[in-house]
């Protein structure tokens, strides 16, 4: 099947962060059969004011120690869960989720993950600036880098 890479913006990010998981206790990689990589574009997993705001979104029926909200709660099932051998976070300076990918990429490396996992730290534009306006040199050059993270 060759290389698979995962990867999506802000809850996208959630999601692709899941289907990892899905994909690794489903027991459908095999060596030639495999997720090489996650590229998680400003995730919004729930640490400090996001726990607050799905709480909210929620009506207090979310629990933050849900594994798809919160995968830092447990670094032990992060170790074992997480089955690529890279991974791509990226956060904007201005973001106001930044904490999200920052706290998922310091216990993703606490773990003893043995992979790779790389920040990319923007310097500002806001939460999903690449998506609002394309036409921005910076949104050419992040996807610039994206890609080249990809093709490694």
């Not at 690794?24 to 590229?39: C, D, K, Q, S």
């Not at 120690?65 to 170790?79: A, C, H, S």
């Amino acid at each position: 099947m060759g290389r698979v890479f995962l990867g999506g913006d802000s809850a996208g990010g959630n999601m692709s962060h899941d289907m990892l998981v899905r994909a690794g206790r489903a027991g459908l990689l095999i060596p030639t059969n495999r997720i090489e990589g996650v590229v998680l574009v400003h995730p919004f997993f729930t640490v400090g004011q996001s726990v607050k705001l799905m709480d909210i979104l929620s009506g207090g029926k979310m629990a933050m120690t849900d594994p798809k909200l919160n995968p830092m709660g447990d670094p032990d099932r992060m170790r074992r869960e997480v089955v690529c051998e890279r991974m791509l976070v990226c956060v904007d300076k201005d973001d106001m989720l930044k904490g999200c990918g920052v706290a998922y990429c310091e216990a993703l490396k606490g773990s003893g993950w043995e992979g790779k996992v790389e920040l990319l730290e923007t310097n500002g534009g806001g939460h999903v600036f690449h998506l609002w306006d394309q036409k921005l040199e910076k949104s050419h050059e992040f996807l610039e880098v994206i890609a080249s993270f990809i093709n490694q």
